[in-house]
Each structure stands twice: as structure tokens, then as C-alpha cells.
């Protein structure tokens, strides 16, 4: 999915919120570009200048370096595999009854490759907190709230939704490293519940582009995928740099 | 890492408004500054750029001309966490249920907050670390660590991350509110004494406002040693931030 270039004029479609004042907390003045990624492939809310015309100069009080939250849309793919030897899930029925039930609470870590399957990247660790049991379709709701670790590239945060049975979007609430500032949601697509898993980010707010060995081409999702020998084995030059473990 | 290519043409709008200090319903207005990601010690980029594609560019105003776009200004704030032991905290619950720490622990916790040179009490954290991955090698555990920092009438900060208890982490700064609303950015954690002493030192952007300067002492240097000022811990009048969270 390449973000496509387009010759259309572009504009920031601009909102201004103002917040509402609670106690003696200060009002805010926000105006934020964003599109939805999953139905654009646009690069949004970005300045592009042309070589010949400067289209758009605003008067500047300070320093010129002056900048505003990025909001390009980065995209990474990646793949996460339970190897089942990592102790996880660990099924905790503290609902305390036959059936999944609220109450249930799964902490869990699994392993991050990249999208080529060829570089151990790193781990995911956090929650799933049981939300509601779905006989009917024979799955669950849940409420998951984790980080997906990336060695030295540094760590996403993420939060929202994962129903065993279908595709979901969780929100990006943060990051650090090359990852810090990330705002944005991420796609999350189960290949074989609970063991695979394929997430898709689309990111913003980062201050440079994504290095190339995260921007590899996916291998496509499937239930038969697994990582490459070298990488499960965490071979040199199969795992990137201090790889979290 | 590199920024984007040579022609990139940045935005550079610096409004500077004047800032009202709201106890009421004035509206606060935002100013914009030049930010540096601390970490990675480059500018952050306002856009990207498509080379071979001509664009023009526009801005709609659909209301008054005081726009603005989310700021980036990065704002360091460094405070102390100390478990004085008084909050019936940590709570380990060995859910896991294996003799040594292991998956499925779930570890609850409030300690107290105080100003980095720890003359002030400025309320509590407040959260939950999950037990990742017990490392017998280095006698230390994984945990990712869901919390908030309560800050009194300032407002709270909440933060997501790693917590490795032998070695510092950084943590994301998922939001904020109060003062700190619109947060972003990441947090350094250093342990001094496991699990009792913490330094951090937050890098926040999205800030509506610089920090009160009350915020911004001068931090006492982290070591094992460091202790709260005997007012602070007594939480006296003049050595806590105004409602400090407790």
C-alpha cells in the first residue's frame, strides 16, 4: 500500500477546538490536519512547495526552525508470533466462572519480526482485559492495552479492541525512539488466533522517515507464514539492534 | 537519521499570543517554539515532501486567523517517585502462581511524587505493571508499566512503558491533563534503589503553555541517597503543590 502522490491541490482542512475550562485549567486553541488512513493513500495536511513557487509563508516572530507536529503517514507492517515459549498467554479467570467472562485478565508477551519475516525485531508485552464472551460467533471481545518493543529503534504504545474473530483497529497512543511523538492507529489482522498476528501501523507525528530495514516488502499474510530460520534463532544479522527480548 | 531532502520548505509559523494564566474562562492561547527532539538531537520536520510532483498549498481558516497547529516544543520536567512505604504498596499478586515472578503477575502500586529537588510534594503515581518476563541472569524482571503521575491542581500525566527493574527505560507520555493536557513525547526512568527511589525526567511536547517555574527547579542530583525534605514529607504548608495529590 504506497502512499500515492497526487496532483491535486492540497489543503489542510483545519478545526479549531477549543476546549472547554475545567477548574483553573488553562483552554486550549488546537487545530490538527488528519485523514484517516485506511481510505487514503494521500500524504495529507503536508507543505509541499514546488521548485519555482513558495506557496505559503507565514510571518515569524522567532526562530525559523519553527515547526508544527508532523503529520505525515508513515506506514510499518509487522509480524507477531507466539512461539509459545515465552509462558504467554496466561489465562487469568479471575471472572471466576465455566465461560470467559469480565474479570479475566490476559497479560501476554509474543515475538515481533519484521514484515519479510527475515529480522526478529523485538516483542509485544502488555493486557488484554476480557470484555465480553460472543458465543454466537464463537469469539471474544477484548480490551488490550500493550507496547510493542523494538530494540533500539524504541517502543509503540498501543490501545483498543481485539475481537478473536475479526480485524481490528487499535489506537497508537505513543512511542519512544525513532518512534517518539507517534500518533496514529494501527491495523490488527489475526492469521491464526491466538498464535499470528499481522499489524499494520499508520503513523504520525514522527520526525523522520522510518529506516529502510523497518520499510521492508511484507511477505502476505497468511496462516502458513512463519519467521525464517535465522530469525527465530536470532542469528546475527537476523535481529536488529539489541533486539528486546 | 537524516530529515527530509534539500528543497523541503517548512513551516514556520510562530504566533505568539499572549498567555493568560486561567483560573477562569479566559482562553489561553498558544505559542510556538522551535523544538528538538532531546533523544535523537534533530529538528523536527514540519512535512515531507513528494520531489517530482508539483503541489500548491493552501490554508483554510474557518474561523478567526489564530491558528495553529499542535506544538512541539519539547519541555523538560524532572521529578522524583519515592515509596515511603506508607500506601500499602506494591501489591504483588502472584496470579502467575509459580514460585519465581513469572507471566500473569500483576503488581498495583501508588507511591509518592515529589519536585526534583525534592523540597516539594507534589502528589502520587498511580498504576498497574504487568510482569513480563522474570530474567534470572541478571537477577532483575521485565514489566510493562501502565501508570499516571497525579500532580495535584497541575494536573496528571499518563505514561505507558517498559520497566526493567535493572536498568533505566524509556516510557511513552501517552497524554496529560490540566496543564500537561495535549502531552506527547517520552519519559526517562532511572532507578536509584529498587523499588523504592525513581528520577524521572519527562520530555513533553504539545503543551499549551511552558511549565510553572514552580515545576522547574533545579533538580537535586539522583543518587541512592536522595531523600524528601523533612517538610515535604510531613507535606507542611509551603512544602506541597497546591491540592497534591494524595
Same mark, same amino acid.
Given at each position: 500500500?504506497?502512499?500515492?502522490?497526487?496532483?491535486?491541490?492540497?489543503?489542510?482542512?483545519?478545526?479549531?477546538?477549543?476546549?472547554?475550562?475545567?477548574?483553573?485549567?488553562?483552554?486550549?486553541?488546537?487545530?490538527?490536519?488528519?485523514?484517516?488512513?485506511?481510505?487514503?493513500?494521500?500524504?495529507?495536511?503536508?507543505?509541499? %512547495?514546488?521548485?519555482?513557487?513558495?506557496?505559503?509563508?507565514?510571518?515569524?516572530?522567532?526562530?525559523?526552525?519553527?515547526?508544527?507536529?508532523?503529520?505525515? %503517514?508513515?506506514?510499518?507492517?509487522?509480524?507477531?508470533?507466539?512461539?509459545?515459549?515465552?509462558?504467554?498467554?496466561?489465562?487469568?479467570?479471575?471472572?471466576?466462572?465455566?465461560?470467559?467472562?469480565?474479570?479475566?485478565?490476559?497479560?501476554?508477551?509474543?515475538? %515481533?519480526?519484521?514484515?519479510?519475516?527475515?529480522?526478529?525485531?523485538?516483542?509485544?508485552?502488555?493486557?488484554?482485559?476480557?470484555?465480553?464472551?460472543?458465543? $454466537?460467533?464463537?469469539?471474544?471481545?477484548? $480490551?488490550?492495552?500493550?507496547?510493542?518493543?523494538?530494540?533500539?529503534?524504541?517502543?509503540?504504545?498501543?490501545?483498543?479492541?481485539?475481537?478473536?474473530?475479526?480485524?481490528?483497529?487499535?489506537?497508537?497512543?505513543?512511542?519512544?525512539?525513532?518512534?517518539?511523538?507517534?500518533?496514529?492507529?494501527?491495523? #490488527?489482522?489475526?492469521?491464526?488466533?491466538?498464535?499470528?498476528?499481522?499489524?499494520?501501523?499508520?503513523?504520525? +507525528? #514522527?520526525?523522520?522517515?522510518?529506516?529502510? $530495514?523497518?520499510?521492508?516488502?511484507?511477505?502476505?499474510?497468511?496462516?502458513?507464514?512463519?519467521?525464517?530460520?535465522?530469525?527465530?534463532?536470532? $542469528?546475527? +544479522?537476523?535481529?536488529?539492534?539489541?533486539?528486546?527480548?
Amino acid at each position: 500500500m504506497a502512499a500515492s502522490a497526487s496532483a491535486s491541490l492540497q489543503s489542510i482542512p483545519s478545526s479549531l477546538k477549543l476546549s472547554p475550562t475545567t477548574g483553573s485549567a488553562p483552554n486550549l486553541l488546537s487545530v490538527r490536519s488528519s485523514v484517516n488512513p485506511v481510505f487514503s493513500h494521500n500524504l495529507t495536511a503536508n507543505v509541499n %512547495v514546488s521548485g519555482t513557487q513558495k506557496a505559503f509563508s507565514v510571518k515569524s516572530q522567532s526562530s525559523p526552525s519553527d515547526s508544527s507536529r508532523p503529520t505525515k %503517514v508513515h506506514e510499518l507492517c509487522v509480524y507477531e508470533i507466539n512461539e509459545s515459549d515465552r509462558g504467554s498467554p496466561a489465562y487469568l479467570r479471575l471472572g471466576q466462572k465455566p465461560v470467559n467472562s469480565l474479570g479475566d485478565l490476559v497479560p501476554f508477551t509474543n515475538k %515481533v519480526y519484521s514484515a519479510d519475516l527475515q529480522t526478529r525485531l523485538g516483542i509485544t508485552a502488555g493486557i488484554c482485559i476480557l470484555i465480553k464472551n460472543m458465543p $454466537e460467533t464463537k469469539g471474544d471481545r477484548y $480490551e488490550a492495552i500493550y507496547s510493542f518493543h523494538l530494540g533500539d529503534y524504541g517502543q509503540i504504545a498501543v490501545q483498543g479492541a481485539y475481537v478473536t474473530t475479526e480485524d481490528t483497529y487499535l489506537s497508537v497512543t505513543g512511542g519512544t525512539g525513532v518512534f517518539a511523538g507517534a500518533y496514529g492507529q494501527v491495523k #490488527l489482522q489475526q492469521l491464526v488466533f491466538p498464535f499470528k498476528l499481522f499489524y499494520t501501523f499508520y503513523l504520525q +507525528g #514522527l520526525s523522520a522517515d522510518l529506516p529502510s $530495514e523497518l520499510l521492508v516488502t511484507p511477505v502476505t499474510p497468511s496462516p502458513a507464514v512463519e519467521a525464517s530460520p535465522a530469525a527465530k534463532a536470532c $542469528e546475527a +544479522g537476523a535481529t536488529s539492534p539489541n533486539y528486546s527480548n
